[in-house]
């Protein structure tokens, strides 16, 4: 099981609203801003009664090329965030289409999957294919 994952990103600002709006219909919210070496970072999470913050932050949004090189910006990965609903499926697609996202599938079942893949996927501000995901049945 993963825990957190980190990208960079080419506007802090943007990916802020851009994120904060995609994922609240998935349960996230914006729960850290900070500067750490002279980069900005953002973390979103959900409730979590199993971490003293009460929070789990598990996507990590940051400012600004790495110390160690490699490219300033997080782009061409594929990532996935687990929906409570479909209807909370539909409604990830519809806010980050409404913030910019680039539509890269829409809400709907893919059955070469599962008979239950619900998924949606959007192209974010960087270029990457973001996807939320239901796996229950309607």
């Known amino acids: 099981m993963l825990d957190h994952m980190t ?31 002279g980069s900005r970072f953002i973390g979103f999470g959900t409730p979590d009664s199993h ?18 090189g490699g490219h300033p910006v997080t782009t061409g990965c594929h990532l996935c965030w687990s929906a409570p609903s479909r209807a909370a499926v539909d409604a ?31 192209i974010d501000l960087d270029g990457n294919n973001i996807e939320a995901v239901c796996h229950l049945p309607a």
């Open 7 to 37: 990208f960079r990103v080419s506007n802090i600002a943007r990916t802020q609203a851009f994120y904060t709006a995609a994922l609240a219909p998935l349960g996230y919210t914006l729960a850290y801003e900070g500067e750490y070496a």
């Open 51 to 68: 971490v003293p913050e009460g929070v789990k932050i598990d996507s990590w949004f940051m400012d600004g090329p790495s110390p160690y």
């Open 92 to 122: 990830f697609h519809q806010a980050a289409l409404a913030q910019g996202g680039k539509d890269n599938g829409t809400p709907g079942l893919r059955l070469h999957y599962h008979p239950h893949y619900y998924g949606a996927f959007v």
